[in-house]
């Protein structure tokens, strides 16, 4: 299977020859990461290398060893896959974004199944063995989304994608899965801050002004919204930021400022001022009618997002008489798809600006039995089972956290006849589902679809119904032990980073160690969560490629 490596924890015997970095090896290609690494193995070993493909025979070169698994680099292909093809993307191997340019797009969507498949089957207890997944019609100028981080080198702003596992921007002219206008609006505010001298941000001393070039584009009407997120309180020049994007390009829809002044990874800050036009855009998906502010959610590929809906339909099985929940519901994709086939449908988001959207969609499309809320999805869900609220589906598209524990056990409260569960990340899907089977869920359909192509991402839509909890099947068992309290403020439990971190890099790292990241990154845990039980007690110090995972996985989980 594609996730083969993560069936056990690797470790270098004792006696064996260690490898040491600069050595070269010939292994050959087993699987792949969540991430899209090959993984190799050295006497026992584990090796992840980046550009390859599994059933191959490399050559490699170890970058980096650590405890327990290494990193390495590709030298040559001794033994080709037919899979194999030459990377239509210059800046394959340096930009941090696509990771499949060099195998053919089948071969990508038999990895991304399997990887789906394997995370169903070793985490979540359930086999697939017939799991399908639904290409993308096209590979090329699918993005509606753009987000170029800007960056000083040699004296001059340039605007690109980050390298991987790094905070390196690389120059990228001609990306070749973002639409044709992003390449126009980039070069044009580059040019503007050239012409002005506008000076990009500086992460490291947080000075500077423009941090990202950020934009948005209707696949069907096509209108363009360009939003340049700016370190500042107020942008200077921004009468000749407008003159110089609607030169380049007329039919731009709305040009906004976001301001952002946090030292954050975040993108978007809190304000938006509108220069030109709306500060929002219009799109159709589904033949309905949807507004798009800057923070929104909305799915990145839209022939891909309706053909995801439509099968979440499906599986939900309505018959025009159901109250349906559709939680994490953005700008209201999702629910207003939904309120065309039930009686009432409830959507819930966080985001204030894509609830607003949502009433205001809800209004254009002149459907009137969908009702919005903005709160936590936890805390919506836990206040609608106190209420009573019993909707007969609920609907969840989480972020890749996946679902929380609170709300697994609002929703069961609430008692559903079906869950549709719509996921960008396998192995929370995974983890998520053999927590609804203790509720008395069972996972009855699933299929995979490629909203990402030549990306590592892949997204997956599963229906589970109730039945009786089967005692012959694994019991996921988590122990509250193991959880920081403060989860629902810090992002994720300590279960959840365990997990993550085993996942991506096969480490194993124990509570003591994540609070004490956790501290480290000012995250805030228990007053007494594993503190030393005297001031002479000693504490393993946690290893750096351990406090590396960890701090990868706290980002991922939206921590830090």
Request: proline content about 4%; hydrophobic content about 35%; charged content about 25%.
């Amino acid at each position: 299977m594609a996730s083969d490596w993560t069936r056990e924890m690797f470790h270098v015997k004792h006696g064996e020859k260690q490898m040491q970095k600069n050595e070269t090896y010939s292994v050959e290609i087993t699987g792949l990461t969540a991430e899209g690494e090959g993984v190799a193995r050295v006497d026992g070993q584990v090796v992840f290398v980046p550009g390859v493909i599994p059933g191959e025979r490399c050559k490699i070169k170890i970058d980096h060893v650590g405890r327990t698994c290494a990193y390495g680099s590709l030298v040559r292909v001794e033994k080709t896959s037919e899979h194999r093809v030459t990377p239509e993307c210059e800046s394959f191997g340096h930009c941090g974004g696509c990771v499949f340019w060099h195998m053919d797009y089948a071969c990508e969507l038999e990895q991304k199944r399997r990887r789906v498949q394997d995370a169903l089957s070793r985490i979540g207890g359930i086999d697939f063995p017939d799991l399908q997944i639904t290409g993308s019609e096209s590979i090329y100028g699918y993005r509606n989304k753009v987000q170029f981080p800007v960056q000083v080198q040699n004296g001059k702003a340039v605007a690109g994608f980050y390298k991987a596992g790094s905070h390196t921007v690389i120059p990228i002219t001609d990306c070749k899965i973002q639409p044709g206008v992003a390449k126009t609006i980039r070069a044009a505010v580059l040019s503007w801050m050239e012409k002005e001298n506008v000076p990009a941000y500086d992460e490291r001393t947080h000075t500077g002004l423009v941090r990202h070039i950020y934009l948005r584009y209707g696949a069907k009407s096509g209108q363009t919204l360009v939003c340049t997120v700016a370190n500042c309180e107020a942008l200077p020049k921004k009468k000749a930021l407008v003159r110089e994007i609607l030169a380049a390009d007329a039919n731009v829809t709305g040009i906004v400022v976001n301001y952002n002044t946090k030292k954050s990874n975040v993108i978007l800050g809190e304000r938006f001022e509108t220069l030109y036009g709306e500060g929002y855009l219009e799109d159709m998906l589904l033949g309905l009618t949807f507004r798009l502010s800057p923070a929104a959610f909305y799915q990145v590929n839209h022939d891909q997002a309706e053909r995801l809906y439509e099968r979440a339909i499906e599986f939900a099985g309505f018959t025009g008489e159901e109250t349906a929940l559709d939680l994490y519901c953005g700008s209201g994709t999702i629910t207003l798809c939904l309120a065309r086939h039930v009686k009432t449908v409830y959507g819930v988001e966080i985001v204030d600006a894509a609830i607003h959207d949502a009433k205001e969609n809800a209004r254009k499309n002149g459907i009137v039995n969908a009702k919005f809320f903005c709160a936590d999805a936890g805390q919506a869900a836990i206040q609608f089972a106190r209420d009573g609220v019993k909707p007969d589906v609920i609907v969840v598209d989480p972020p890749r956290k996946g679902v929380s524990e609170d709300v697994i056990e609002a929703m069961a409260q609430m008692s559903p006849e079906r869950i549709v569960y719509v996921s960008c990340d396998p192995a929370t899907l995974a983890r998520d589902i053999a927590r609804l089977r203790e509720k008395g869920y069972e996972a009855k359909k699933a299929h995979c679809f490629d909203l990402f192509p030549r990306c590592a991402h892949v997204e997956t839509v599963v229906l589970l119904s109730k039945g009786e909890v089967d005692s012959k099947k694994i019991r996921v068992e988590f122990s509250l032990e193991d959880m920081d309290m403060s989860e629902f403020q810090d992002g994720a439990t300590y279960p959840q980073i365990k997990e993550y971190v085993l996942e991506h890099t096969g480490l194993k790292v124990s509570n003591l160690y994540i609070s004490q990241i956790k501290r480290k990154c000012g995250i805030g845990v228990g007053k007494n969560y594993n503190l030393p039980k005297s001031e002479d007690s000693r504490q393993p110090q946690c290893p750096p490629e351990k406090e590396k995972a960890i701090r990868e996985a706290f980002k991922y989980f939206g921590m830090i």
